[in-house]
């Protein structure tokens, strides 16, 4: 008997020093942590999706999609996570950059404003001579917040010699030491900064101007040289991507930020409120739609030519 006890032992030691099977590492790059847009991504290590398909996905934090990009350019990762219009710029300039997934469909911008402007600063036009911060890009690449702040003063007759467009993070820790610090007059920021910002009383909405561009948004990209020579890393990449857009779709939005542990009370306050605000934010399935190609394509008609021929829609699928 005496034996038996050691022998069983001797198999539970053995099976418990085996080396664990080492898990295959997928680099992400993208903004964050906590910006709005990205939770999706960001859930996807929190749930254990990455886990499940044998992957350890590291999620690398930049500055801006534009930097992501820059990345995932460089080879420094696998993937990024970035708009639409700095992936399209990125592409104008001649990068191997391929759209795989949407993430985000209805992304919502917001130029605001120091409050201790307000008396000063009614309107667009009153924004002529003053510092603007966007989200930083990469020589030649644009970020999605300056392409769309170029729009927004050209649409209300502000020349670019008009403003000085400064580059800042996109996080909390940039953005709040910017208008605290007087840095800067005004943002065009993401959510659920902007949102902070405002409850703090450090800025307010210009004329509550909150942008809702249409169409693709957030998306996931890559290189060809990784589809071509890892057909089945995008696989793996899409597949873990949309199961987390499907449980988001099953889950309260407490739930979504208690699974991505954001302690913080005035974020988890900030993230739950414009969730909540938008509750169709996020892609539903992760698959494209002909819908979202034609709305993007007259949101920039620049990148008209270039959508069509950087979407490789074989794993996320298409729908109407």
Do not use: C
Not at 197 to 211: P, S
């Amino acid at each position: 008997m005496n034996l038996f006890v050691a022998w069983i032992a001797t198999l539970v030691l053995a099976w418990v020093s085996m080396p664990a099977v080492a898990l295959e590492r997928f680099v992400l790059s993208m903004p964050g942590p906590h910006a709005l847009s990205f939770l999706p991504v960001e859930l996807i290590p929190r749930m254990g999706a990455d886990q499940e398909q044998g992957i350890a996905l590291q999620i690398v934090y930049t500055e801006s999609g534009a930097t992501a990009l820059r990345q995932l350019v460089m080879r420094n990762a696998d993937f990024a996570v970035a708009g639409i219009p700095a992936v399209m710029s990125s592409r104008a300039a001649g990068n191997d950059v391929v759209i795989l997934a949407p993430v985000d469909h209805a992304p919502v911008f917001v130029l605001m404003v120091r409050a201790n402007l307000h008396d000063q600063i009614k309107s667009i036009a009153d924004l002529k001579g003053k510092i603007i911060a966007v989200n930083a890009g990469s020589a030649p690449v644009q970020s999605t917040s300056e392409q769309l702040l170029k729009q927004l003063l050209a649409s209300n007759g502000v020349g670019l010699d008009a403003v000085h467009i400064v580059p800042t993070g996109q996080n909390w820790r940039e953005l709040s030491a910017l208008i605290l610090s007087d840095t800067v007059d005004a943002i065009m920021g993401n959510e659920p900064f902007a949102s902070r910002l405002q409850k703090a009383g450090l800025v307010f909405f210009l004329e509550n101007e909150t942008l809702h561009a249409p169409g693709l948004y957030i998306t996931l990209a890559t290189r060809q040289e990784v589809m071509t020579k890892t057909p089945n890393k995008v696989a793996t990449m899409v597949h873990m991507l949309q199961k987390s857009l499907a449980w988001i779709g099953s889950h309260t939005h407490v739930q979504l930020i208690d699974t991505l542990s954001v302690t913080d009370p005035e974020e988890r306050d900030a993230l739950i409120q414009v969730l909540q605000q938008h509750p169709d934010l996020f892609s539903r399935d992760g698959r494209f739609s002909t819908r979202q190609m034609h709305e993007t394509e007259q949101l920039f008609p620049l990148y008209h030519p270039l959508l069509e021929g950087m979407i490789n829609e074989r794993w996320a699928g298409r729908s109407p």
